[in-house]
């Protein structure tokens, strides 16, 4: 079984930082494309940020300049480092990746983990 654990939402001012981890365990043959989601209230969810098993990154315009995902492929993790907080940034923030089990690829989903920038 196959799980993705998130960490290190949370409460912050506007200006600050939050660094997001997002760990992959279980029967794992290979991870793809790792990403950062996220949902605010009354909202759709949308894409942050995303990166891909060779190192390749695509985010969000409104993150872009402020926001860095990375990945560490011997842990089976993937980071955002959110700067410049807004309030707009309040949302739930999802991890997702791609994972191979066996011999089918899979999307995965995170529990979530709040953030909240208080203005």
């Known amino acids: 079984q196959v799980q993705l654990v998130e960490s290190g939402g949370g409460l912050v001012q506007a200006g600050g930082s939050l660094r997001l981890s997002c760990a992959a365990s279980?029967?794992?043959?290979?991870?793809?494309?790792m990403g950062w989601y996220r949902q605010a209230p009354g909202k759709q969810r949308e894409l942050v940020a995303a990166?891909?098993?060779?190192?390749?990154?695509n985010y969000a315009d409104s993150v872009k300049g402020r926001f860095t995902i990375s990945r560490d492929n011997a842990k089976k993790t993937v980071y955002l480092q959110m700067n410049s907080l807004k309030p707009e940034d309040t949302a739930v923030y999802y991890c997702?990746?791609?994972?191979?089990?066996?011999?089918?690829?899979?999307?995965?989903w995170g529990q979530g983990t709040q953030v909240t920038v208080s203005s």
């Open positions: 997702y990746a791609e994972i191979r089990v066996l011999t089918h690829v899979y999307p995965y």
């Open positions: 279980g029967s794992i043959f290979s991870i793809g494309t």
């Open positions: 990166i891909t098993s060779g190192g390749s990154t």
